[in-house]
């Protein structure tokens, strides 16, 4: 059974970093995609970013690139999202993912860290 959990959200000004935390455990996540979304009060769930397990592979949301990095260390099965300059719209329940390569459903999902930004 796949679990992901969360950790490293918080409340940071304007400007501040923050790095994000997903554990990852109960599968061998080599042929797997792991993702960040972020949803906001009263908006719809949106993606932030992915990385392909095994090559490394990023892509981003537009509104992050840039300011946000995400990475995996494989040893410790886990994957990070490296927050930079943030912004109050950034302000979000941000959500680690999985999917396995060639199937689209986004399958697995962490329970949400909370990252809130004040002007």
């Known amino acids: 059974q796949v679990q992901l959990v969360e950790s490293g959200g918080g409340l940071v000004q304007a400007g501040d970093s923050l790095r994000l935390s997903c554990a990852a455990s109960g599968r061998t996540f080599s042929n797997y995609i792991m993702g960040w979304f972020r949803q906001a009060p009263g908006k719809e769930r949106e993606f932030v970013a992915s990385i392909t397990w095994s090559d490394d592979k990023t892509y981003y949301a537009d509104s992050v690139k840039g300011r946000f990095t995400i990475s995996r260390d494989n040893a410790k099965n886990t994957v990070y999202l490296q927050m930079n300059s943030l912004k109050p719209e950034d302000t979000a329940l941000y959500y680690c993912?999985?999917?396995?390569?060639?199937?689209?459903?986004?399958?697995?999902w962490g329970q949400g860290t909370q990252v809130t930004v004040s002007s």
């Open positions: 993912a999985a999917r396995i390569r060639g199937v689209g459903q986004w399958n697995y």
